[in-house]
C-alpha cells in the first residue's frame, strides 16, 4: 500500500517536520491506560538466567468500547500522515482492546506449518481503524504447545489445541497490550507458564475490575529492562526451539521469537502487515472492507509492508523508536541476523517467502543505524 494511492494524505505531507515527532504522542495506542471497562476485551541470541518474577453494543465484529467522554472522537485531520495520525490517538483514553463479541463465527484457523497454527479475528482500534489480531500455536520439538498473544478460547480453539497433543505448556504475552486472555487459557491449562515483559504483572495487577483478568495469575519468566534481559532463559525444551529478543525501547516493550525448526519469526507490534485480509474474511461481509475511511487509509499507510514503505520507515524511525534509538537499533540487527522466511504478525496478513526481505525493508534505517 502507498500513501500516493490517497491524494488527500500524500497533499499534505510535504509539510512534515520529522524532528517534531515524539514517541509520548503515540503513547494512547502502544500504551493505553485503562481507565475504562468492556465486558470483553481482547486479549537475540540465546544467552538468556531465569527470573520466574458500562458496555456499549456494537456490530458483530466491532465488539465494546468506552471514551472518557463523547467527545473524543478520531479528528479528520488532513496534515500529514505522521501528524494525523499522532493527533487522533493522542486525544483518545479508552480500554485498551476491541475484540469480536461472537470470536467463534469470525474466527479463521490456518494451518500454517505442521506445527504451527494461527487463530485470526477482526480487531478495530477506537471502534474504527481496522487492524485484526492474530494468537499463533506453536508445538515444540519436544511436544509441548506454546500460545503467543492469545485471543478468545473457542471451542475450535480448545480443539485445535487437543488435535496438537494437548499440553498448552507456555502462554506467551508478547507486550504490554497482548495480554486480555493470558486468565482465561490459564485457568484451562492450569499447568502452562506464563511469560511476559517488564512491568506487565504490575499493569493487571491493577485492573480489579475487569472480569477477564485474574489478577492472582503469577507470571514464570519475566523479561526485565535494561542489561539484565538477554541473560533471561525460559526452559530448556523451549529454548533449544526458539530464539528470541526483547526490544525494551520499543513504546510496547516487544517480545519477538524466531521458531528455528520451521524458520518462523512470531511477533506483535513490532510490525505491522495492513491490510488485514485473512483476520477479516469471516466477517459479516458489509464489514470486511478494511481501507474505508480517512482514519484507515492513513494508518494503513503506517503500518504495512506493501510499497516502497517511506512513512512507514519515518513512523517506526520518529514515533516508535524515539524512546532509545540506539537500543531499538540493536534489537533490530539482532532478529536480523536469524534464518526466517516466514513472519507473523499479530496485524494484518501472514508473511511467507519474503518475510527477511520485508522486514529489513520496514527497518532499513535502523539496521543502518541511521536515516537514509
Known amino acids: ?46 544467552s538468556h538466567t531465569n527470573n520466574n518474577t458500562n458496555t456499549n453494543p456494537q456490530s458483530p465484529i466491532q465488539g465494546q468500547h468506552t471514551l472518557d467522554s463523547p467527545e473524543q472522537q478520531l479528528k479528520d485531520n488532513h496534515t500529514s500522515p505522521l501528524k494525523s495520525a499522532k493527533d487522533q490517538i493522542h486525544n483518545l483514553t479508552m480500554s485498551s482492546k476491541l475484540i469480536p463479541q461472537n470470536p467463534a463465527d469470525v474466527m479463521v484457523i490456518r494451518d500454517l506449518t505442521p506445527n504451527i497454527t494461527t487463530f485470526s479475528v477482526p480487531f478495530s482500534r477506537f471502534g474504527t481503524l481496522k487492524i485484526g489480531g492474530r494468537a499463533t500455536l506453536v508445538r515444540l520439538t519436544s511436544g509441548s504447545l506454546a500460545v503467543f498473544s492469545p485471543v478468545a478460547l473457542t471451542d475450535a480453539v480448545k480443539a485445535k489445541i487437543a488435535e496438537k497433543g494437548g499440553n498448552l505448556a507456555y502462554i506467551i504475552a508478547p507486550d504490554m497490550e497482548h495480554h486480555i486472555f493470558i486468565s482465561e487459557y490459564k485457568a484451562a491449562y492450569p499447568q502452562a507458564k506464563i511469560i511476559g515483559p517488564d512491568g506487565l504483572p504490575q499493569k493487571r495487577a491493577k485492573q480489579t475490575g475487569d472480569p477477564k483478568i485474574n489478577t492472582t495469575d503469577e507470571f514464570f519468566v519475566v523479561f526485565k529492562d535494561g ?40 511477533q506483535a507490534d513490532l510490525l505491522f502487515n495492513l491490510p488485514p485480509r485473512e483476520q477479516y474474511s469471516k466477517a459479516p461481509e ?31 524511525w520518529y514515533v516508535m523508536s524515539s524512546k532509545n534509538r540506539p537500543s531499538f537499533n540493536e534489537s533490530i540487527q539482532r532478529i536480523d541476523a536469524w534464518d526466517f522466511d516466514t513472519l507473523i504478525p499479530c496485524h494484518g496478513d501472514t508473511i511467507q517467502g519474503d518475510g527477511k526481505e520485508r522486514f529489513r525493508k520496514v527497518f532499513e534505517w535502523h539496521l543502518a543505524g541511521t536515516k537514509k
Open 286 to 316: 458489509g464489514e470486511r472492507d478494511t481501507s474505508s475511511g480517512f482514519g484507515n487509509k492513513l494508518f494503513g499507510g503506517l503500518q504495512t509492508t506493501e510499497g516502497d514503505v517511506k512513512w512507514v520507515k519515518r513512523f517506526q
Open 1 to 46: 500500500m502507498r500513501l500516493s494511492r490517497y491524494p488527500a494524505i500524500t497533499a499534505h505531507a510535504r509539510n512534515l517536520n520529522p524532528s517534531r515527532i515524539h514517541r509520548r504522542t503515540f503513547t494512547a495506542t502502544h500504551n493505553p491506560q485503562a481507565r475504562s471497562q468492556a465486558q470483553e476485551s481482547a486479549g537475540g541470541t540465546s
Open 227 to 266: 542489561a539484565e534481559k538477554r541473560s533471561t532463559t525460559i526452559t530448556p525444551e523451549f529454548d533449544a526451539d526458539f530464539e528470541y529478543e526483547y526490544v525494551d525501547a520499543h513504546a510496547n516493550k516487544e517480545l519477538v521469537f524466531y521458531f528455528k525448526p520451521e524458520r518462523v519469526l512470531i
